[in-house]
């Protein structure tokens, strides 16, 4: 337990001590022989057990300081509070909309509409010849447009691109 504490301690040494990775490691111990009290009757059994557990015991430790929170809601909240909200922001984003052709508009103000959101997330429909329906067949059909002979799909794609 010492050594493989030792040599693991670089993986949780910015916020455990090596003293409290043994004791994690006593712990480890009790737990499985608390565990698994007819494995105490072979040593070479309750020390694989151990081993197992110890080692992952460190791998939970140290996947548990890597994970990544997402609290978006804080995020938004720093970004509607910032100063920068009060003046407009004029990024690339925004200039590739104002540029964007009437066929990208249209398809942007679909996607930002209540009504026709709705409409989107409806699961797709299976023709008589059993072709599925695709997303460019529903925006088509949302905008009066035809899908064999426009691919708003990819336009979207290639103008965003």
């Known amino acids: 337990m010492f050594n493989y504490a030792r040599r693991n301690l670089w993986r949780v040494a910015s916020y ?4 409290d990775l043994i ?9 499985v022989c608390w565990r698994y009290p ?9 020390m694989s057990l151990f081993k197992l557990c110890f080692a ?10 890597t994970k990544q929170v997402d609290d ?17 922001d004029f990024s690339s984003l925004h200039a590739l909309i104002i540029k964007a052709p009437q066929t990208i508009k249209d398809v942007l103000t679909l996607m930002t509409d209540d009504k026709a959101r709705e409409e989107l ?8 010849n059993g072709r599925r329906e695709t997303l460019n067949d529903r925006l088509c059909s949302l905008l009066n447009k035809d899908p064999n002979t426009i691919d708003l799909v990819t336009d979207l794609r290639m103008y965003f691109s």
């Open 72 to 88: 978006a809601r804080s995020d938004l909240v720093e970004v509607l509070e910032s100063p920068a909200m009060i003046i407009p």
């Open 38 to 46: 007819e494995a105490m009757k072979t040593p070479q059994h309750i």
């Open 56 to 65: 992952n015991k460190i791998t939970d430790l140290s996947r548990v300081k």
């Open 23 to 31: 004791q994690d490691g006593y712990y480890a111990w009790c737990e």
């Open 121 to 128: 997330i409806k699961p797709f429909q299976r023709y008589e």
């Open 16 to 19: 455990m001590d090596y003293d």
